[in-house]
């Protein structure tokens, strides 16, 4: 069955940085759309970025928040999707989640989604 495992996140000082992996399985992974989304307490699961389907050019969408920070990039060889976050803020405190979608476009909504993985905790502490 389709697996996706985040690792990479734990507690860092604001302005830092931290690297987050999504390793998946179960499915090819080159043909399938990923996106990072996160979730702090009491609120919503937010879109993050995206970085779409090989065979369409891995192109990348960010949120306004992350846009410049931020760095989704993908390694087909070893399906693994990667978000690189620096300059770090506490707003940035999380829970971050990896998903896949298969269809070409990439969506900012969670619903359009097929696959989760469980989360990895960030705290940027101020």
């Known amino acids: 069955q389709v697996q996706l495992v985040e690792s990479g996140g734990g507690l860092v000082q604001a302005g830092g940085s931290l690297r987050l992996s999504c390793a998946a399985s179960g499915l090819t992974f080159s043909g399938y759309t990923m996106a990072w989304f996160r979730q702090a307490p009491g609120k919503e699961r937010e879109f993050v970025a995206a970085i779409s389907r090989s065979d369409s050019g891995s192109n990348t969408y960010y949120a306004d928040s992350v846009k410049g920070r931020f760095t989704i990039s993908r390694d087909n060889a070893k399906n693994t999707v990667y978000l690189q976050m620096n300059s770090l803020e506490a707003e940035d405190t999380a829970v971050y989640y990896c998903?896949?979608?298969?269809?070409?476009?990439?969506?900012?909504?969670?619903?359009?989604?097929?696959?989760w993985g469980q989360g990895t905790q960030v705290t940027v502490s101020s």
């Open positions: 998903g896949a979608r298969w269809q070409l476009v990439i969506t900012t909504t969670k619903d359009g989604y097929n696959y």
